[in-house]
């Protein structure tokens, strides 16, 4: 089966940049999303099609694309960004849906 | 706005079947593929299935796909999730998304437990 392969966690000061990694062999050819879930509530999408913002999502959050591996980057993480953010995409049949494991994104 | 209210989750034994129920409202919910997502307690998302806008089409995680029944009733803007044989490892947080995954709902929670 078709898997999506984040690191389990990441830190970072506020103020500094984060970036979050999400690698997948049919991410060249498949759109990758992006869901940020704080604890005891719903995913909500901050990144669709790789590089695009949701609105209402801040300019902050941004999305880019390398061969099998897609990047979230935020900007200038603020405590209110803790959460744990995951990727989304598809195999190659674009019919089954996958979700990377997640990422435990700590800003202190 | 677009609202997604699941509902039928609780305690049940293991064997049981359950039948969860998905409340649509503030879209045109007969033109849009929707999900059933779940997350086991402390856990990551899996997804579970997919059904098209029309319900002939339909697809299903490995995991899922010999107990599992995705179905919906466009007349009633509600989606279905029907389970069979439920077992320990179905306990989760079951959601359902928009095709798009740009809106869920609050996710029902589904205990298998005897």
């Known amino acids: 089966s078709y898997e999506l392969t984040q690191p389990p966690s990441v830190s970072v000061s506020p103020g500094q940049t984060a970036r979050i990694t999400c690698s997948g062999e049919t991410l060249p050819d498949q759109n990758a999303y992006w869901f940020q879930q704080r604890p005891g509530q719903a995913p909500v999408m901050v990144i669709y099609r790789d590089t695009e913002r949701p609105s209402g999502i801040p300019e902050r959050f941004s999305g880019s694309s390398s061969g099998t591996t897609v990047t979230l980057t935020i900007s200038g993480a603020q405590a209110e960004d803790e959460a744990d953010y995951y990727c989304?995409?598809?195999?190659?049949?674009?019919?089954?849906?996958?979700f990377g494991g997640g990422t435990k994104l700590t800003v202190l | 706005q677009v609202q997604l209210v699941e509902s039928g989750g609780g305690v049940i034994q293991p064997g049981r079947s359950l039948r969860l129920s998905c409340a649509a409202s503030g879209f045109t919910f007969g033109s849009y593929g929707m999900h059933w997502v779940r997350q086991a307690p402390g856990k990551g998302l899996e997804w579970v299935a997919v059904?098209?806008?029309?319900?002939?089409?339909?697809f299903y995680a490995d995991s899922v796909k010999d107990r599992f029944t995705i179905s919906r009733d466009n007349s009633k803007n509600t989606l279905y999730l029907q389970i069979n044989n439920l077992r320990a490892e179905d306990t989760a947080v079951y959601y359902c998304?928009?095709?798009?995954?740009?809106?869920w709902g609050q996710g029902t929670l589904v205990t298998v437990s005897s």
């Open positions: 998304a928009h095709g798009s995954f740009d809106f």
């Open positions: 989304q995409s598809t195999d190659s049949s674009g019919a089954y849906v996958v």
């Open positions: 059904i098209s806008y029309e319900g002939s089409n339909k």
